[in-house]
């Protein structure tokens, strides 16, 4: 008989499902069936047990091989480079738990680091917006049950946050909404003919690029003033309709993602998104929710939030907290040049960032602290692997709607191996006493 | 041969999630993100069967990656790589004051390259960076 | 742990009749003790300084979902004022939004002991308690809004108290909540529809029940519970021209219902941030707005079970953030800035709006004159606690300004002749030109501690210096006999304490910050019969409409609350 874990939260996506079902062999140890979970989350689970997993530091020789070195040395080789350095960047923070990223923003207090999470490649867009314009919005549990108008902007969630279509966005029977996905209008839209643009019952595949006239001719729509034959590659007959529904609804929300927030626009897209969801207020209920992508770097934001007062792009270099994205933000921190070392731990910008910025990390003094080999450790002078959050360690995590979920331990890692908490406080002792005996 | 200019995007898939997750290093995250996914008409311009490798070049870098049929498409004008190394030797780093570099939209030219290999991301990323 | 003999200062503690006389406290093992029982105590000299129990706050949002929103949707609240850590204190930053360092430090700069955090969604519990566990310093805990939460409008439309009460209590445990907080009943639930409730019997849409229902229901259930502190409630149309009528309406619910508990807790009922609901008039021209203050308190002054506290205006640029969503929807269309908004699935909701309280406007100075006559117009001020309803009428930080304008006449004249543009006019249509009263400071003490510690049911902890009590002492450097002639002596004193001892640790040392101290999280556990009506309920709402499932919305483990102090409340009678 396989042990079996419920209520187990997929630490992969900002969806934050936490319904998994996890089946175990008898010994408690080996991970054998996810239940529940999506292709992508199931993966995570099995995966995070593969025989040829990386268990200890490692450090990249002269000549470019890996020699294994312990904690310790680890600890002490992060610690030094990160005092050593005038203008470190602490980067990632969104694969890992809210407590260890309260240990990495006393660290990065300590040495003076530029500190920034994935949201710089992801939705900082949506934070610099909503720091122009407010947001109005609500949980996702609003949505299943209230929403009768449901729009994907630029967002493919049928293969980006493959369960939240069935678990929050358009096949729930909620409260209110008890036909589930006929209780919904469903709306997307995407310069391609997406996975998700095959299920709605408009899809507008506007041409790339062009999503701030889109929205701009949404919002005059709305108002019922006049529109130009075509804006963006869509009719305007079709955005008249598209309005008409809008307001129709009883509750509209709009789910928005890289779409937006990676084209040419950047912010201002989101602004006046968020600005559409404002004038339907006026009109009838709406909520805009961005799509999150790691399951917790909704958590770094938070976490920074009330420790800094910022979400990310933080330069404590000075001693003390300034925000300024395109100034402390990683991208073009790395293209100005400006770094000295590069510490990594809950992401890739190896795979996710620039190319031209991942040669700027290839120079520097570097440390990655990641479960997996990873462009990002292939390219860092030191390897850290550490326990799966929200696998082989529980830990809190906030949902894209900012609600937060502790996610659990099903198994243990493997025998010696430190979490990333546990890693990072090694680091941190070590760094007060290196500053100590300064 | 013939060459074509397209306007590039990336994004997530989920089978560039899985990979992922199985591991960067494998081949089966090559097969998931080192593609370029293009209309049939793009093919037709290029003059190439589907499953292709070609090389995909930007004012910021160039890249192998094998060109095989819009999986959800048709996306005229557009052409997709998946999320990752691959897409990123190409996109356009500015960030244009507001700290997130143009991901989605980068003009691209796109020409045949039948002999040349697509590289694995650690491969790859060693390649350009080390 | 140190002993302390705190000697020669002018010590006010209204529960002990102490009235300005120079006596000695004294603290051992972390508690208040008669001056003899210290041995080779650490004397701390108060001589010419003003000695009081540390100060309790019964209604701040500092720390949660909304609050946070408001930090990271204002970096401009931040600028020229984020400072570098020195000592033990690391870094700091924000105006009307603090980061929670910074909140911590402010208490504890201005000797407070306690702090309630007024408004805490249950969904989101996590977030309130992981901000309360990295603020240091003082003790806080946090109320779960329950006015617009489906359960409870489901059992008071058929007035199931008793279920209510089962109810309350199981999510005061999943929460770790302290107690029963009603913010704008039912409206916020109508929101959702983009509606609202304007008046206490307005029916909420779909669950067919009105505010007063629910008001009266909750007043119950926390008197059938016993609990600690009363029902605390922000009312239907908060800032509407007019709205006085429905404030008494909502009082009014309250009356002949008697306390119940053992906590020495005297009132059912708590009215937050009173100035917001003390408006007359149909308009917030000068010509038509005008003060109901008199006429609320006077309504209070004539009852013996409600409390309140004032909400004033500071007349600053700040944040607004409530959970009642539809307000701030409505304050965004007056301003026009910026607006975030969260409904929360079956529970509440909330909104934030920057705002500036202009004094070259009639409007904010009338505001900021309603406030200081709600501590004015008050008979008994063990029933009128100081507040900013921080950060929604002012910052944190101004307090000390506030207790400024009630202790002084003359600084309040200055305001209105020096720096409202509208002074006459606010003279005319409020009352504040009428009121020469100045708050001693033995009032002050009572509206700053033995007040709100006694309505939260915390009166045998503190408030007071009587031995027994929790070793919490402030100290400033304030002269009551010599220190009168100039009333800005006053804001400087008790924004800089010279000494703060918290829970017999010595935190605040001639002005500095020398400890981290011990910080708690309290909590009520209220233990009620088996009901199994109400957890199958729990258990159906969360399989069909909750995002969440029932196991993973328990609040559990030392990293959200590492150092509990949990207050046992028995009602299975
Ligand atoms: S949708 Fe996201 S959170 Fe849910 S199982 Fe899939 S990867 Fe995990
Ligand atoms: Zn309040």
Known sequence: MAKIVTDVVCPFCGTLCDDLEVALSDDGKEILEVYN??????????????????????????????????????????????????????????????????????????????????????????????????????????????????????????????????????????FFTGKGSKSRQMIVVDPRNTDTAKMADVHLQLEQGHDYELLSAIRVAIRGEKLPDVVAGISKEQIYEVADTLKSGRFAVIFFGMGVTHSLGKNHNIDIAISVTRDLNDYTKAAIVPMRGHYNVTGSGQV??????????????????????????????????????????????????????????????????????????????????????????????????????????????????????????????RVRELKGAA | MAAIQINLISGRTIQQGVAMESGKEKPAYRDACGILELDDAEFKRLGIFKNTNVRVSSEFGTVVVKAIGATQGPHPGLGWIPMGPWANALVDPNTYSTGMPTFKGTPVTVDVAENETVLDAIALITEECL | MTDYLIKNGF????????????????????????????????????TGMTVMAAAVDIHAHVAG?????????????????????????????????????????????????????????????????????????????????????????????????????????????????????????????????????????????????????????????????????????????????????????????????????????????????????????????????ESKSKEVVNYINSVDNISYDLGVVTLDETTTMTADGPFEHHLSHMNNLKWANTDVELETGSGIVPFIYNPKTFIAGAQWAIGLECGLFIKDPMRAYITTDAPNAGPLCRYPRVYKWLMSAKARDDMLDNTLKYGDKIRERCYIGELDREISLYELAMMTRAGPAKTLGLSHMFGSLKPGLEGDVAVYPYNPETDTDDPEKIEYAFGNAAYLIKGGKLIVKEGEIVDMGNKRTFWVNAKVNENPMVERDISEKFRRYYTVTQNNYTVEGPHFVPNPYVIEVDATK
């Open chain 1, 37 to 174: 979970a999506c292709a992508i989350g199931a993966t995570k689970f099995l995966h995070s047990q593969a025989s040829d997993r990386l268990t200890r530091p490692q450090k990249k020789q002269e000549d470019g091989s890996w020699k294994e070195v312990t904690y310790d040395e680890a600890a002490d080789y992060t610690a030094k480079m990160l005092v050593d350095a005038k203008k470190p960047l602490m980067y990632g923070w969104s694969s890992t738990s809210c407590s260890a990223q309260g240990v990495g923003a006393e660290i990065g207090e300590e040495v003076g680091a530029c500190m920034d999470n994935t949201a710089t490649v992801c939705h900082g867009s949506t934070l610099i917006a909503v720091q122009d314009v407010g947001v109005p919005s609500a949980t996702l549990g609003e949505i299943a049950n209230r929403a009768d108008r449901v729009v994907f902007w630029g967002c493919n969630p049928a293969h980006a946050h493959p369960r939240h279509m069935s678990r929050y966005s358009i096949f729930p029977r909620g």
């Open chain 1, 304 to 429: 920074w939030g009330w420790q800094f007062g910022f979400p990310f792009c933080l330069d404590l270099t000075r001693g003390f907290a300034r925000y300024n994205p395109g100034d402390s933000s990683s991208n073009d921190l790395l293209v100005r040049d400006e770094l000295d070392a590069v510490f990594v731990l809950g992401s890739d910008p190896g795979a996710h960032f620039p190319v031209r910025s991942v040669k700027k990390i290839a120079q520097l003094p570097s440390v990655c602290i990641d479960p997996h080999i990873t462009p990002t450790s292939a390219v860092s002078k030191m390897h850290v692997p550490v326990a799966f959050v929200g696998v082989e360690v529980g830990g809190c995590a906030y949902r894209m709607d900012n609600v937060p979920i502790e996610t659990k331990k099903v198994v243990e890692p493997p025998e010696g191996m430190l979490t990333d908490e546990e890693f990072l406080q090694l680091v941190l002792n």
């Open chain 3, 11 to 46: 010590v006010f503690d209204p529960v002990q009749g102490i009235n300005g006389d120079k006596v000695d406290v004294a603290i051992k093992d972390g508690k208040i003790v008669d001056a003899g029982d210290v041995t080779n105590p650490t004397i701390i000299d108060a």
């Open chain 3, 65 to 289: 979902p909304k609050v946070n929103m408001g930090r990271n949707f204002r970096p401009e609240d931040k600028l020229f004022n984020c400072t570098a850590g020195s000592g033990m204190k690391r870094m700091e930053g924000g105006f009307s939004v603090p980061t929670v360092l910074r909140t911590a430090y402010l208490y504890a700069r201005m000797g407070f002991g306690f702090s309630m955090e007024a408004a805490m969604p249950p969904l989101y519990a996590r977030h309130t308690h992981e901000e309360i566990r990295d603020t240091p310093i003082i003790d806080q805990g946090a109320l779960p809004v329950f006015g617009n939460n489906w359960f409870v409008l489901e059992y008071l439309k058929e007035n199931e108290i008793e279920n209510t009460a089962a109810y309350i209590a199981w999510l005061l445990n999943q929460t770790k909540g302290f107690g029963v907080k009603c913010v704008n009943p039912g409206g916020t639930e109508s929101w959702g529809w983009g509606l609202n409730c304007e008046t206490v019997d307005d029916v909420v849409p779909y669950f067919d029940v009105t505010p007063r229902q629910i008001v009266s229901g909750l007043i119950e259930a926390n008197e059938y519970l016993g609990l600690p502190h009363c029902m605390h409630v922000h009312g239907n149309s908060l800032g509407e021209p007019g709205n006085y009528g429905i404030t008494l309406d909502t009082l009014k619910i309250a009356e002949g219902v008697k306390p119940q508990n053992d906590f020495g807790r005297e009132v059912v009922l708590h009215n937050t941030h009173l100035q917001f609901h003390c408006y007359g008039g149909e308009s917030y021209a000068s010509k038509s707005f």
